[in-house]
């Protein structure tokens, strides 16, 4: 009987489509087809934005804040120039052959109160740059890199000693390694 069944069942599209029916299997295969594709899609979508907003977010475009502009009058204010007195600093190295450095600088300020906020912490100044210039090593001043590297230390310096007022640049006027 269940010979002659089978082929029945096959042959009528009536019975394939009644539940219950054994011809009713192979539409069930194709609908778990589609709701695995869509639970795939589910699943994968959230993976997806979640990918591209760190990207995002790690490349600036999304979740930065813009940047601090400074003040109306700040940034349209000459820029003024205070010396700094020459430094000479003995560099950290090999005790038997003493290495130094010698500094000639400028601070650039803009606005005349940065330029007396400048002024008035010239002895904070002095002792930070040479602290810091006796932590070096002449390896530390080779090159272009070496002098951008320090220039950027002392501009962070001079504006934590120089406080709230705002330091420019540090421009170098002679600097010499021994």
């Keep these: 009987m269940s010979k002659k069944a089978k082929p029945a069942a096959k042959a009528d599209p009536a019975a394939a489509k009644q539940p219950g029916a054994e011809g009713a299997a192979p539409s069930e295969d194709g609908a778990a087809k589609g709701n695995s594709r869509r639970k795939l899609i589910l699943m994968a979508a959230p993976a997806v934005l979640v990918v591209a ?41 090999d005790p038997r052959r003493p290495r130094y450095v010698k500094l000639r600088a400028r601070v650039e300020v803009r606005g005349a109160e940065n330029e007396r906020a400048v002024r008035a912490a010239m002895p904070r100044l002095q002792d930070l740059f040479q602290t810091y210039l006796r932590d070096m090593r002449a390896e530390d001043l080779r090159g272009s890199m070496g002098t951008y590297r320090l220039r950027e230390e002392l501009i962070a310096r001079a504006d934590v000693a120089a406080a709230p007022a705002h330091v420019a640049d540090v421009l170098f006027v002679e600097m010499l390694v021994q």
């Design 53 to 93: 907003g760190a990207g995002l977010w790690l490349s600036g475009l999304f979740g930065s804040k813009p940047a601090a502009k400074p003040d109306a009058a700040e940034a349209q204010a000459a820029p003024a120039y205070v010396d700094l007195p020459e430094m000479v600093a003995n560099l950290d190295s």
